[in-house]
């Protein structure tokens, strides 16, 4: 059993509008430690008719909130914040636990996640209108911005927490009201925020958070006329499917879906902060993130040494039990991830690619995979296309600033990318030529509050973070003030 300093934080249960739903350990979802095997415990299973049941609750505690004072809104959201960071310890436990993550990697996406909502809090109160001159002599033209209304979140297990606070976050602050729903396999970091949601004072029914069958609570979440926006993170193929689903309601969509990020090391780099850069955008999150580097393109001046600095520090960084004190790779998720992992390899050797580093399965078993390195890798690999969504750093080999710049963009995604040059002027031309929401410029970590986090392409709608995020859950309304 997990040691917590708090243990009512673990709470085996889903709150569903205004009342906890036990989990019944016969019927419910077992949540197990990637790292052991060992069940965690239980939630309910949820479907259509709790949805509902959590849809019509928000419907009626959104009248409320939206019409308290943005300050008001503003000091709870505050209040949540100061409680996730007094509990960091136990939720960072709590999600390495049903996650897998190095608890020192978990605490700090606790802070991340933390990170979102003081961000919020402060922006609740600039949620600024406009006032336009007229376009007659005896009117004026007023703009202001109101939440969008009931919310609808589904998100994934790689940021169990910062995933959910990236969006509620903005949705409270905005004045709206939201139910979600997290990744099977990672509930109990969201029902513990949702612990520490009552606690800071979001009032009952404002906030659910509905465990159980994806198709059935995302069916009802999505056909629901109540709801009014969806915001999603996971993958193109279920962003799509939901997208298509939202259409005869007509929802707002925010969409966060996968990537295919391109990391390129130009001559004139910095080498090793090329490669410090390039273990934290591959690695981090054992290469479980939406914008860790899938494709890391060398240029051929700097290929081999880029290639045997990169194998030498990573060889250092241990694998194993996110408990454990000093790692830094902990398991994938399941076994279809190592699969994948596994199958991008096979696939990289056999038409050619060279294995630097790893490969394999690692000794300790169970879900865990080598971090690998492969070189020698040409664009008709599955590497080259597929997100490979695991530890495994493919190094292509590029000439010329036209031919990377054409490869990093020869994909339908286009969420993060990454390069490193000294170059001021190439910096300014490569940063404008990719095609990718964002960019890295001589950093391999771009991700922040105040930042807008968002992509193109089959990456998705919308944007999170920044002040461009509350946005996101407001509705702009014109009144044409006449008469005057
Ligand atoms: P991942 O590869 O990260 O698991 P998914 O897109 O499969 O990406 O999952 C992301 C989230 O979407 C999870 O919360 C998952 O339960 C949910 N999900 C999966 N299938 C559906 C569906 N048919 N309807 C609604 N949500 C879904």
Redesign the pocket.
């Known amino acids: 059993m997990l040691a917590l300093n708090d243990p009512t934080l673990l709470r085996e249960a889903a709150l569903v509008g205004t009342r906890w739903i036990d989990a019944d350990p016969a019927t419910g979802i077992a949540v197990k430690n990637p790292a052991t095997g060992e069940v965690i415990g239980h939630v309910p299973k949820l479907g259509a008719a709790e949805t509902r049941e959590a849809i019509e609750a928000a419907e009626a505690a959104r009248h409320g909130w939206a019409a308290r004072t943005a300050k008001e809104r503003s000091q709870i959201l505050r209040r949540w914040f100061e409680l996730m960071m007094e509990h960091q310890d136990d939720l960072g436990a709590i999600l390495t636990a049903e996650q897998g993550k190095p608890l020192a990697e978990a605490k700090g996406e606790i802070a991340y996640g933390a990170s979102f909502i003081e961000w919020f809090a402060e922006e609740a109160r600039r949620a600024y209108g406009d006032v336009t001159p007229g376009h007659a002599p005896d009117k004026r033209i007023i703009t202001i911005k109101q939440p969008v209304g009931v919310v609808a979140a589904?998100?994934?297990?790689?940021f169990p927490n910062a995933m959910i606070t990236r969006k509620a976050g903005p949705a409270f602050a905005a004045g709206c009201s939201m139910v979600l729903?997290?990744?099977?396999?990672t509930p109990f970091s969201a029902i513990a925020l949702a612990v520490l949601a009552e606690r800071a004072g979001i009032p009952e029914g404002l906030f659910s958070v509905l465990t159980g069958s994806?198709?059935?609570?995302?069916?009802e979440?999505?056909s629901s006329p109540i709801v009014k926006k969806l915001t999603?993170?996971?993958?193109?193929?279920?962003?799509a499917?939901?997208y298509a689903?939202c259409a005869p309601t007509i929802k707002k969509l925010g969409l966060e879906?996968?990537g295919n990020a391109p990391f390129i090391v130009f001559d004139d780099a910095d080498l090793d902060a090329a490669v410090d850069g390039a273990v934290i955008a591959k690695f981090r999150n054992n290469g479980q993130t939406?914008v860790c580097a899938n494709r890391i393109y060398v240029q051929s001046g700097v290929y081999d040494a880029f290639a045997e600095k990169l194998a030498a520090k990573v060889a250092t960084l241990p694998t194993g039990n996110g408990f454990d004190e000093g790692i830094v790779f902990g398991p994938l998720?399941d076994q279809a991830a190592v699969e994948k992992v596994r199958e991008h390899v096979n696939d990289a050797t056999s038409k050619g690619a060279e294995i630097t580093l790893g490969g394999k399965v690692h000794a300790l078993g169970g879900t865990f995979f080598e971090p690998t390195i492969l070189t020698g890798v040409t664009s008709d690999m599955a590497v080259a296309t597929e997100e490979t969504?695991g530890p495994v750093a493919p190094l292509f080999k590029f000439e010329t600033e036209a031919e990377v710049v054409a490869a990093a963009n020869d994909t339908e995604f286009g969420l993060a990318s990454y390069f490193y040059s000294r170059d001021h002027a190439r910096v300014w031309r490569v940063s404008e030529a990719l095609d990718y929401g964002m960019v890295g410029v001589n950093t391999g970590l771009i991700s922040t509050a105040e930042a807008p986090f968002g992509g193109v392409k089959m990456s998705g709608l919308g944007r999170e973070g920044s002040r461009h995020g509350l946005d996101d859950f407001m509705e702009l309304k014109y009144i044409c003030m006449g008469g005057i």
Not at 214 to 219: L, S, T, V
Request: glycine share 18%.
């Open positions: 589904i998100t994934p297990w790689n729903k997290p990744a099977s396999q994806a198709g059935d609570i995302g069916g979440m999505t999603f993170t996971g993958s193109t193929e279920i962003g499917m939901l689903q879906l996968g939406c998720i969504f």
